[in-house]
C-alpha cells in the first residue's frame, strides 16, 4: 500500500514563498515519476511540476521560474519549493506518484492573499 503524505501549505502573501513536501511510504527509487498537481475551486486538476527517475524535470508555464521541485531518496522525499507566489496560485496541492500505477496524496492547501 503506498501512502503520499503532503505538508507544508498555509497562507502566505503574495510575494512569498512556502516549501512543499511529500513523504512516500518507502523508497520512491520504484516511481518513474513523482510530481506535483494542484486544483483550485471550480478547476481542473493540472501538473505544476514534475521530476522523472533520471532527474528532468517539468514545469507547467504559470510556474516556471517561480517553483523548484526536487527529490530527496534517503528521505523518500519529493518537494516543491514556491517562490514569488501569486494569488492565482491558490489551490489545493497534491503530490503524485506513478509506477505501474497512480498514487495521490491527500492534499494540501495553499492560499496566497493580495
Known amino acids: 500500500q503506498v501512502q503520499l503524505v503532503e505538508s507544508g501549505g498555509g497562507l502566505v502573501q503574495a510575494g512569498g514563498s512556502l516549501r512543499l513536501s511529500c513523504v512516500a511510504s518507502?523508497?520512491?527509487?520504484?516511481?518513474?515519476?513523482m510530481g506535483w498537481y494542484r486544483q483550485a475551486p471550480g478547476k481542473q486538476r493540472e501538473l505544476v511540476a514534475n521530476?522523472?527517475?533520471?532527474?528532468?524535470?517539468n514545469y507547467a508555464d504559470s510556474v516556471k521560474g517561480r517553483f523548484t521541485i526536487s527529490r530527496d531518496n534517503a528521505k523518500n522525499t519529493v518537494y516543491l519549493q514556491m517562490n514569488s507566489l501569486k494569488p492565482e496560485d491558490t489551490a489545493v496541492y497534491f503530490c503524485?506518484?506513478?509506477?505501474?500505477?497512480?498514487?495521490w496524496g491527500q492534499g494540501t492547501q495553499v492560499t496566497v492573499s493580495s
Open positions: 521530476i522523472i527517475n533520471d532527474g528532468r524535470t
Open positions: 503524485h506518484a506513478f509506477s505501474t500505477s497512480s498514487y
Open positions: 518507502g523508497s520512491i527509487f520504484r516511481f518513474n515519476v
